[in-house]
C-alpha cells in the first residue's frame, strides 16, 4: 500500500535572529541543532537570504543530523539557475525552488520560462517547484492564474502570503479571488507558513487580532492538501511525500516595535506552524481514505 506522508521543513532563513530576545544569536551549528532536536524532517536554504550558509558549512551539519533539504534559487539575469543548481548539488538538497526575476507580459512567454527552468533542475537530478512570491514572474495573482493554464502540470510551491499583501486580496470572501486560489491550489506540491494580511505580510500568530487571517490561511493550506491527495495516481506502489516549509522570516518580515525588537518568538510559532501542518494533514489524509471508502494508509 502506498505511503503519503507529510515532511515538515524549517527555514534557514527564519532562524536568524533567533532566539527572541536572547544575548546573542544562535550559530548556524545551533539553528541546524534546534531545527534536528525539533523534530523537523529538513531544512530549507534560501541563497537569498542575508546569512545564507556556504554550501560547504552547512552541509555537514545536514548529515550529521540526517535532515533533508530544499533550496530557493532567486534566478534574474545576474544569477542563473546553474549556481544554485550547484549549490543544491553540493548539500544534497532534493528539491529546487525557482523564484524567477523575470516579468514577461504575456503568460505563454512565462511558461516557456518556467518549462526551460523545469528542465533545468530535473535534468540536473532534482525536482522542480515554482514558487508564488512578490516580485518574481508569479508576483501578480490574476497573470499566475493565467500562466498555470498555460502549464496545467506545473508544480507550485505556493506562499499564499504574498497575494494577500501584494495584491491587496479583500478580508471577506470574494468570488474571483475564491475560483483563481482554488485552481493555484489544484497545483500545490509544495507548502509554505506564513500568514499574512493585506497590510502586513508576516503577523504574529497567536495575536487575538489575527485570528480570522490564521483560520483563512489555515483554510488554504488544508485545502491544498486535500488537492494534493486527489492529485495523486492510485498506484498501490507510489509513496508521495508534501513538503511544509515553515518560513516566518526575520526582519523586516518580522513586524518590530519603537525599540526594534520582534513582536513574537518566530522558534515559538515555527513550532506552532508544524503542529498546525501536522493536524490538517491527517484530517485530509483521513478524508480521503473515507472517501475511497478504505483504511487510511
Given at each position: 500500500?502506498?505511503r503519503r506522508?507529510?515532511?515538515?521543513?524549517q527555514?534557514?532563513?527564519a532562524m536568524?535572529?533567533?532566539?527572541?530576545?536572547?544575548?546573542r544569536a544562535w550559530?548556524l551549528?545551533e539553528?541546524?541543532?534546534?531545527i534536528?532536536e525539533?523534530?523537523?524532517s529538513?531544512?530549507g536554504?534560501?541563497l537569498?537570504?542575508r546569512?545564507a550558509?556556504l554550501?560547504a558549512?552547512?552541509?555537514p551539519l545536514?548529515?550529521?543530523f540526517?535532515?533533508r533539504?530544499?533550496?530557493?534559487?532567486f534566478?534574474?539575469?545576474?544569477?542563473?539557475?546553474a549556481t544554485s543548481?550547484?549549490?543544491?548539488?553540493?548539500?544534497?538538497a532534493?528539491l529546487?525552488?525557482?523564484?524567477?526575476q523575470?516579468?514577461?507580459?504575456?503568460p505563454?512567454?512565462?511558461?516557456?520560462?518556467v518549462?526551460?527552468?523545469?528542465?533545468e533542475t530535473?535534468?540536473?537530478g532534482?525536482?522542480f517547484?515554482l514558487e508564488?512570491?512578490?516580485y518574481?514572474?508569479t508576483?501578480?495573482?490574476?497573470?499566475t492564474d493565467?500562466l498555470?493554464?498555460?502549464?496545467p502540470?506545473?508544480?507550485?510551491?505556493?506562499?499564499?502570503?504574498?497575494?494577500?499583501?501584494?495584491?491587496?486580496?479583500?478580508?471577506?470572501?470574494d468570488d474571483?479571488?475564491t475560483d483563481m486560489?482554488?485552481?493555484l491550489l489544484a497545483h500545490g506540491?509544495?507548502?509554505q507558513?506564513r500568514?499574512?494580511?493585506r497590510e502586513?505580510v508576516?503577523?504574529p500568530?497567536?495575536?487575538?487580532q489575527h485570528?480570522a487571517q490564521?483560520d483563512?490561511f489555515?483554510?488554504?493550506?488544508g485545502d491544498?492538501?486535500?488537492?494534493?491527495h486527489?492529485?495523486l495516481p492510485?498506484?498501490?506502489?507510489a509513496?508521495a511525500?508534501?513538503?511544509f516549509?515553515c518560513e516566518?522570516?526575520?526582519?523586516?518580515y518580522?513586524?518590530t516595535?519603537?525599540?526594534g525588537?520582534?513582536l513574537?518568538?518566530?522558534?515559538r510559532e515555527?513550532?506552532?506552524?508544524k503542529?498546525?501542518?501536522?493536524?490538517l494533514?491527517?484530517t485530509a489524509?483521513?478524508?480521503?481514505?473515507q472517501?475511497?471508502?478504505?483504511?487510511t494508509?
Open positions: 500500500m502506498s506522508t507529510l515532511s515538515v521543513f527555514s534557514l532563513w536568524e535572529g533567533l532566539p527572541w530576545r536572547g544575548a550559530s551549528d539553528r541546524v541543532t534546534r534536528a525539533a523534530g523537523f529538513g531544512v536554504l534560501d537569498h537570504a546569512e550558509p554550501a558549512d552547512v552541509a545536514l548529515r550529521t540526517r535532515l533539504s530544499l533550496v530557493t534559487a534566478v534574474n539575469e545576474r544569477t542563473p539557475l543548481l550547484e549549490y543544491a548539488q553540493t548539500v544534497g532534493e529546487v525552488v525557482v523564484c524567477g523575470f516579468f514577461p507580459d504575456d505563454a512567454e512565462a511558461a516557456g520560462l518549462r526551460a527552468w523545469r528542465e530535473e535534468a540536473a532534482f525536482a517547484h508564488t512570491h512578490r518574481t514572474l508576483d501578480d495573482l490574476a497573470f493565467r498555470v493554464r498555460e502549464l502540470d506545473v508544480p507550485l510551491s505556493l506562499d499564499l502570503s504574498h497575494y494577500v499583501v501584494g495584491n491587496e486580496l479583500p478580508d471577506l470572501p474571483r479571488v486560489i482554488g485552481r506540491s509544495s507548502l507558513g500568514v499574512a494580511t502586513q508576516q503577523v500568530l497567536e495575536f487575538a485570528r490564521v483563512r489555515r483554510g488554504w493550506w491544498a492538501m486535500r488537492c494534493w486527489r492529485s492510485d498506484d498501490a506502489d509513496d511525500d508534501l513538503v516549509l516566518l522570516g526575520t526582519t523586516p518580522a513586524i516595535g519603537a525599540d525588537t520582534e513574537s518568538d518566530r522558534w515555527s513550532l506552532l506552524l503542529t498546525w501542518a501536522e493536524e494533514f491527517a489524509q483521513q478524508e480521503q481514505g472517501g475511497q471508502g478504505q483504511e494508509p
